[in-house]
């Protein structure tokens, strides 16, 4: 089975940064990202990047955050900097199966809270 382990979410103050880490073990992904969801709103793409390389990024991050992977780690990472207080949300992992299109699996989720 897949399975994703997030970490690196946490408190921090305005202009500050983090940096999220997605380990996916199980398969090989086409594609690994991250959504957020905060409260009151629906999810959304953060950022995603295929295995060739290719990234994209939702504008409200684009300049402060960058997506990356390690593919003999299966890792995906998130780095955060000049965080808002309306990056606030529950950020998670999503991976696509490389031989299998539409098929994706989902992290529980990590919190990020940006507050003074």
């Known amino acids: 089975q897949v399975q994703l382990v997030e970490s690196g979410g946490g408190l921090v103050q305005p202009g500050g940064s983090l940096r999220l880490s997605c380990v996916a073990s199980g398969s090989i992904f086409r594609r690994m990202g991250w959504y957020r969801q905060a409260p009151g709103k629906q999810r959304e793409l953060v950022a995603a990047?295929?295995?060739?390389?290719?990234?994209n990024y939702a504008d409200s991050v684009k300049g402060r955050f960058t997506i990356s992977r390690d593919n003999a780690k299966n890792t995906v990472y998130l780095q955060m900097n000049s965080l808002k207080p309306e990056d606030t949300a529950v950020y998670y992992c999503n991976v696509e199966l490389l031989f299998v299109d539409g098929m994706d699996y989902w992290g529980k989720g990590t919190l990020v809270t940006v507050s003074s």
């Open positions: 990047i295929t295995l060739g390389g290719s990234t």
